[in-house]
């Protein structure tokens, strides 16, 4: 029985890896070809030299693995002893326990986040990530264990906070995992859906913590940052320059040579 639960659980966190590994790598490559019309559109004009784009994208590899065993081991633990709330019925429950999910997990993230940029925690713990200034596509998971320890542990105990059916939780994991890849793209892809009052946040909104540092705590919406005060004060204009500029270079007709 134990040998049999042991590959269970190995089982479970090797298919969760390899989706999110899967998904890391298509949605990198798919903005990836998106920004290239956007070229003159940058929000920052330096670029991330080679070397740091590789050690990104190999400590995401690593950082993922850590990801998937906390959500494995979450859904696991809940698949195989019943462990966490039971799922909320029918589909008015499955958008609630949703959007349930997607408020609690962006709480989660906000408060963690300004932890580890204390001065108690943030060279042990955060100071890798923000190595890389000007984000790509490819430093979204470029983290250390102990970060994701503070900012992804929400996935392990996730099913004892929300009742949501194991379906909702990968949904919102694999929205957050592209949304994060598109959020370090350094391209405005936000949209009007994220112009003010909109509470989404925009590629803006993580540029410009990359780039200030202490402000723009949050990962899915902005209303933690507005309540606390921690939203860089030219968030909203630049959010909507950059989403304005973006607009006009996609309406730009094609170069022959595109």
């Not at 890391?24 to 070397?51: E, F």
């Amino acid at each position: 029985m134990i040998a049999e639960r042991a590959i269970s659980w190995v089982l479970t966190v090797a298919a969760v890896y390899a989706l999110l590994l899967g998904t890391y790598v298509v949605s990198c490559i798919a903005v990836s070809r998106l920004n290239r019309r956007l070229a003159p559109v940058k929000i920052q004009a330096r670029d991330t030299p080679p070397s740091q784009i590789s050690r990104d994208r190999k400590q995401s590899l690593v950082s993922l693995a850590a990801i998937a065993a906390m959500f494995g081991t979450g859904h696991w633990l809940y698949a195989e002893f019943g462990w966490g709330l039971a799922p909320a019925e029918g589909l008015a429950g499955t958008i609630l326990s949703l959007i349930a999910s997607l408020v609690l997990f962006d709480t989660w993230f906000y408060w963690f986040h300004r932890l580890v940029h204390t001065r108690r925690f943030y060279r042990l713990v955060h100071r890798w990530h923000h190595l890389t200034v000007t984000p790509v596509v490819w430093s979204n998971n470029s983290d250390r264990l102990l970060d994701n320890l503070f900012l992804q542990s929400y996935w392990l105990v996730a099913h004892f906070l929300v009742p949501a059916a194991p379906a909702v939780l990968l949904a919102h994991k694999l929205y957050d995992q592209i949304t994060g890849v598109v959020g370090h793209s350094g391209y405005e892809h936000g949209g009007v859906w994220c112009l003010p009052p909109s509470p989404l946040v925009g590629v803006t909104h993580h540029d410009q913590h990359h780039r200030f540092f202490r402000c723009n705590y949050a990962t899915h919406f902005t209303l933690w940052d507005r309540l606390m005060g921690t939203l860089h004060p030219e968030h909203d204009s630049e959010l909507k320059r950059n989403i304005a500029a973006t607009a006009a270079a996609k309406r730009a007709p094609r170069l022959p040579a595109e």
